[in-house]
């Protein structure tokens, strides 16, 4: 199959438009939209440069379907998995797109933190038992100090272990949630916004 | 966003028939699929014969790569007569239980609407 400069073109510009994928599924897409295009066209005996232009044209321009890979794979993805990590990276990408993205990573950001500092205080309990648990005082509550030990009596004692391992997957589990309903929403209204535009 | 859903509200005819057309894709994509394994643009030809869900032609292949996310396709490349591989989708399990049950749905969902329609296009009443 002969190529031409406008196909190359096109699929460079294809692929600029979809440097925030992971490079093996740009790759894996472009390869794809071009079989489709070299399919197209050998449809036509002696193909001219018109006859490439309606065959891109149809299939629509790099900017719209890289949209539209982002809006399908990007946020779907998020959206179904609850894996703290990729969330966060998707929902970084998205930050750079508007004032509630930001919110919402920051959001996501104290969740993850806080469940994560519980996870820790839940490893570090077997090893300082004086200074990790739950110290109730007159000043209030503690949970960790160091090198000395917080004020008040530790009233949980190696119950602590798995109450902090319980209350840190909840906050993951919850922030996740939260991110998934967030990205749903918006990515919806993101779609109509765009189609609307279209 | 007020001012979104003001627009939303008086939406023409053209702009609904186009959501609708586009809710429903996902299910004729994976109807498409239910006898045998095809590439992009035989579900394409699919589309077009059978259901007249006309639309930018790239706009399948991003949907056929979440499907694939959410595991209700799988895909391989197949080296053709045309020179070049071309990327083959069958129905996973999952994507079976899937049209399936999104089948139902629409049969349920089509037969109730036509009850409520058939007043208005028999132009009876008023």
Same mark, same amino acid.
């Given at each position: 199959?002969?190529?031409?400069?406008?196909?190359?073109?096109?699929?460079?510009?294809?692929?600029?438009?979809?440097?925030?994928?992971?490079?093996?599924?740009?790759?894996?897409?472009?390869?794809?939209?071009?079989?489709?295009?070299?399919?197209?066209?050998?449809?036509?005996?002696?193909?001219?440069?018109?006859?490439?232009?309606?065959?891109?044209?149809?299939?629509?321009?790099?900017?719209?379907?890289?949209?539209?890979?982002?809006?399908?794979?990007?946020?779907?993805?998020?959206?179904?998995?609850?894996?703290?990590?990729?969330?966060?990276?998707?929902?970084?990408?998205? &930050?750079?797109?508007? $004032?509630?993205?930001?919110?919402?990573?920051?959001?996501? @950001?104290?969740?993850?933190?806080? *469940? +994560? /500092?519980?996870?820790?205080?839940?490893?570090?309990?077997?090893?300082?038992?004086?200074?990790?648990?739950?110290?109730?005082?007159?000043?209030?509550?503690?949970?960790?100090?160091?090198?000395?030990?917080?004020?008040?009596?530790?009233?949980?004692?190696?119950?602590?272990?798995?109450?902090?391992?319980?209350?840190?997957?909840?906050?993951?589990?919850? &922030?996740?949630?939260? $991110?998934?309903?967030?990205?749903?929403?918006?990515?919806? @209204?993101?779609?109509?916004?765009? *189609? +609307? /535009?279209? | 966003?007020?001012?979104?859903?003001?627009?939303?509200?008086?939406?023409?005819?053209?702009?609904?028939?186009?959501?609708?057309?586009?809710?429903?894709?996902?299910?004729?994509?994976?109807?498409?699929?239910?006898?045998?394994?095809?590439?992009?643009?035989?579900?394409?030809?699919?589309?077009?014969?059978?259901?007249?869900?006309?639309?930018?032609?790239?706009?399948?292949?991003?949907?056929?790569?979440?499907?694939?996310?959410?595991?209700?396709?799988?895909?391989?490349?197949?080296?053709?007569?045309?020179?070049?591989?071309?990327?083959?989708?069958?129905?996973?399990?999952?994507?079976?239980?899937?049209?399936?049950?999104?089948?139902?749905?629409?049969?349920?969902?089509?037969?109730?609407?036509?009850?409520?329609?058939?007043?208005?296009?028999?132009?009876?009443?008023?």
């Amino acid at each position: 199959m002969t190529s031409n400069p406008m196909i190359e073109s096109y699929f460079a510009a294809l692929s600029t438009q979809l440097s925030d994928l992971p490079q093996p599924k740009r790759e894996e897409v472009v390869r794809e939209l071009r079989a489709h295009v070299f399919d197209r066209l050998e449809q036509i005996a002696q193909p001219t440069d018109d006859d490439c232009r309606t065959v891109l044209r149809a299939l629509g321009t790099p900017q719209e379907i890289a949209r539209q890979y982002r809006v399908e794979l990007l946020l779907s993805r998020s959206a179904w998995r609850i894996s703290p990590w990729r969330v966060l990276r998707t929902l970084f990408r998205w &930050t750079l797109t508007g $004032i509630q993205g930001y919110l919402v990573f920051i959001m996501a @950001l104290l969740g993850y933190t806080v *469940a +994560a /500092s519980l996870y820790v205080t839940a490893l570090l309990k077997p090893f300082f038992p004086h200074n990790v648990g739950l110290f109730v005082s007159h000043e209030g509550i503690t949970l960790t100090r160091f090198p000395v030990p917080p004020m008040g009596t530790e009233v949980l004692g190696m119950y602590y272990i798995p109450l902090a391992v319980f209350f840190g997957y909840l906050f993951t589990f919850v &922030t996740t949630l939260a $991110i998934r309903f967030v990205i749903r929403r918006f990515g919806k @209204l993101k779609q109509r916004v765009a *189609a +609307a /535009s279209a | 966003m007020a001012l979104l859903r003001k627009e939303l509200k008086s939406e023409p005819p053209e702009k609904w028939e186009a959501q609708l057309r586009k809710g429903c894709l996902d299910l004729a994509i994976l109807a498409c699929l239910w006898e045998k394994r095809l590439y992009g643009l035989e579900i394409l030809r699919g589309l077009e014969q059978d259901s007249s869900l006309v639309l930018a032609e790239g706009t399948v292949y991003p949907i056929l790569a979440r499907l694939k996310e959410e595991s209700l396709l799988q895909s391989e490349w197949v080296e053709a007569d045309a020179g070049h591989p071309r990327k083959y989708y069958w129905l996973t399990a999952a994507g079976r239980q899937r049209v399936i049950s999104m089948a139902h749905v629409w049969n349920g969902f089509a037969a109730n609407l036509n009850n409520l329609l058939k007043p208005v296009l028999n132009g009876k009443g008023r």
